[in-house]
């Protein structure tokens, strides 16, 4: 193992404890509620997004402290809509995070109350985050969280995907709902703690483009994942979205056209990251996450010209 | 119709306004979400509790328009809270506010993320309505906030009451309950505008006190009505605690025993209401409240002398 990624993992670890420790218990809990809010607090995800928004949070200088309590606030909303998004009503998923779903322990009411535990903690904890900025820095912020995550955005999307059956199967509609589903909480974390942290509109405008990029492009990784990898590999419920006719680039535009989208959506992405680069040289953690997607790239178009089992439509 | 109740029509108007039009609907919804969140917004209840935020926001010289956002947010916290409630993994009602349930016309998933978009929109204007207030007064009021509504909280009397059927159907048990689901609220609704107000801590204490003891009592004659009246009366399914094994003081210590401990909540409420009033009495318009509460428990035990359906255990 090598430094970097020694030091990699005494991050994951330690974004695992914030996450874990982000939301105290009471004594005296209900202790089905009290198991349920372990189970989900112990089982973190990769918290690649946590890790994100404390690295912008710092390249724009934002406290230590701050950024900790902004990154957890994220990782528990986007943890809080998988758990609305498993549920037997929406996705009816069995496995997340390489565990059972919440609700196929402790039921679906027990699965909804830790989601609004998780809530309710995130808002808390974001507007903590931005008690110490400027007044109009924290009012654009949180103005910005409120659109992101609501009827404009993550709900958007989710109200959508429930729907996606009497929706055109194209290109157009997978991706304005993953807009709202995956691009939405994307967008936050990498461009809420730049906001948090003062960064001027041109800023915000290109770190908007990477996201809109990024996002897109991870929810297509995603896809691809779904058609050709179990649930061995993923962690959660395999090849649910042919199963489920929910939407998945693969499946709008074919494999080769998905692939396509998704080095275009890359490239994209890289012409708003050179300028945010020279602009701001501290955002310069973000050229190996975009080495990361196109590793990931890589890899999934292997696996789909070892594959004969999907053809183009 | 008297001047006072013609003024208390209007009053109600102008929050059944507040409430229809406090989230704006982008264009472009998805227009099953964008009908089911107008289905709620249209369908306010009684609005007794935007009332008495608004009522002592102004007794504590809150700006109005700030008053008014509170009012709405935290009525949207309560219509939230309802729809999760109403849910068949939970009580599975079938009727609210006199219509059919969210969850009955639009689905499980529909219900679902109209509530969230409510939730959403309750913190956004929360955090909004105490933005003009001391750094210490909004963030004492941002922490009750987040205690109320949380894991010690109204989800506190959420998990109990899922698991109602495994705990002693006593009275402890019942207001245990009934102060996690019933009383956070009110007591959000009493005390949130005054801690944003700037009130002291005696004056916090006492209100708290008045709010737990009202919150009770109001709880109380919630369960006597479930007993009582018919779906025609309540607006909702009636006679569900009974069907569902669901708390209710009068199954918990029988009907002279709730109406006994009624009376007692309401005298004991009144020494704090006395404290109240002689420290500020721009707040005399509780007195008013008081004046109703004890209407309905007149209301309410005349019923019970009518019936001979019940009787003590």
């Given at each position: 193992m090598d430094i970097e990624s020694i030091a990699d993992k005494r991050e994951i670890n330690a974004f695992a404890e914030g996450f874990r420790h982000g939301l105290p218990l009471p004594a005296g809990m209900d202790p089905h509620f009290e198991e349920s809010l372990r189970h989900v607090l112990d089982t973190p995800g990769s918290l690649v997004r946590p890790r994100i928004v404390f690295q912008v949070a710092t390249a724009y200088a934002v406290a230590d402290s701050c950024a900790k309590q902004l990154a957890i606030a994220l990782e528990y909303f986007h943890t809080a809509s998988l758990l609305f998004d498993d549920l037997p009503c929406m996705?009816?998923?069995?496995?997340r995070r390489g565990a059972p779903c919440a609700h196929v322990v402790y039921g679906e009411a027990g699965a909804i109350l830790t989601a609004l535990a998780l809530i309710n903690r995130a808002y808390a904890l974001s507007w903590r985050a931005l008690a110490g900025c400027a007044g109009q820095v924290q009012s654009g912020a949180l103005d910005y969280l409120e659109q992101r995550l609501g009827v404009g955005g993550l709900l958007y999307g989710q109200s959508l995907d429930l729907h996606y059956a009497t929706l055109p199967h194209d290109r157009e509609t997978t991706e304005r709902i993953a807009c709202g589903k995956t691009v939405s909480l994307i967008r936050l974390s990498l461009v809420l703690p730049a906001i948090a942290g003062g960064a001027n509109a041109r800023e915000i405008q290109l770190l908007e483009r990477v996201a809109m990029c990024w996002g897109l492009s991870y929810q297509i990784v995603d896809d691809l994942k779904d058609v050709f990898q179990g649930a061995a590999e993923t962690g959660k419920t395999g090849a649910r979205d042919l199963l489920l006719d929910r939407p998945n680039m693969a499946f709008a535009v074919g494999i080769p056209g998905a692939v396509k989208r998704l080095t275009h959506l890359i490239r994209l992405g890289d012409r708003s990251l050179k300028c945010v680069l020279a602009t701001?040289?501290?955002?310069?953690?973000l050229a190996k996450l975009r080495t990361d997607l196109e590793d990931e790239l890589v890899r999934v178009t292997q696996n789909a010209c070892a594959t004969t089992m999907w053809e183009q439509p």
């Open positions: 996705d009816d998923a069995a496995q701001r040289p501290a955002l310069g953690f």
